[in-house]
């Protein structure tokens, strides 16, 4: 099938048709939601905790958390554990943290279902980790940028993703497909300014309005974490350890 990026050892395709489409076809899926679902999972991973991704914010987390004896992450505005990166940074080694996030819990959720592939999340601040563990593992990895939702409920393709994507297909080495080697070029193009970019694109703007500028301090932060966050028996833990 034409869009199946047949032939090549690093496919990239965005949201949840991509996983639905090509993760069958793949070892590995990396989940890239840079703002902020794959950067909370880096720094509660990198501080010894486990990440439990969820799909919905509703009544569901909380019962979920306590099925599994899970903190549940809140609100950003109420304080305490949230989608807040700098919200996980006194996380204690051996804590359990449900995360729900409607973007990158809800792929972590379908490339599950799609079966076989391991899953994994990466950010821009651990994706030369990620990309170097996989390297010496699998032949075919399918890197998801997840991007976000216009109000109307379609995609909305995200640059934040799109760099985290190509930095994680820098690293890779692998074979990339045209769509891969595209979001590596952006990646080059732009690693320099990573901050910078991050502040002003869309979902930054937003970030800071809503003032979580340290959010963004954070997810700008390239290759700064040797966490590898691999999805088991449902909550992230670091491969590398």
Not at 71 to 91: C, D, H, M, T
Not at 103 to 122: D, M, R, S
Request: proline share 6%; charged share 20%; net charge neutral.
């Amino acid at each position: 099938m034409f869009g199946e990026q047949t032939g090549f050892g690093v496919r990239l395709e965005w949201g949840e048709a991509g996983v639905r489409h090509l993760a069958p076809l793949a070892d590995a899926v990396v989940i890239v939601d840079v703002l902020s679902f794959s950067t909370c999972v880096d720094v509660g991973v990198s501080r010894g905790a486990a990440v439990l991704p969820f799909r919905w914010r509703d009544a569901r987390a909380a019962a979920f958390a306590a099925e599994r004896g899970a903190w549940l992450a809140g609100e950003r505005s109420v304080g305490g554990p949230s989608l807040s990166p700098a919200s996980l940074l006194s996380l204690a080694p051996g804590s359990r943290l449900v995360l729900p996030s409607p973007n990158g819990g809800t792929l972590c959720a379908l490339a599950q279902e799609a079966g076989g592939a391991a899953v994994f999340a990466a950010c821009l601040r651990n994706a030369a980790a990620v990309g170097a563990w996989l390297r010496e593992r699998c032949s075919r990895v399918l890197v998801v940028p997840a991007g976000e939702r216009w109000p109307d409920g379609t995609l909305r393709p995200a640059l934040e993703d799109l760099l985290g994507a190509g930095a994680v297909v820098n690293a890779l080495g692998l074979s990339p497909s045209p769509e891969a080697e595209g979001a590596r070029a952006v990646f080059r193009a732009l690693r320099e300014r990573l901050p910078g970019v991050l502040a002003a694109c869309s979902s930054g703007t937003e970030l800071t309005e809503r003032g979580f500028p340290e959010d963004l301090t954070l997810a700008a932060e390239l290759n700064v974490s040797r966490s590898v966050p691999l999805l088991r028996g449902g909550a992230f833990v670091d491969a590398a350890h």
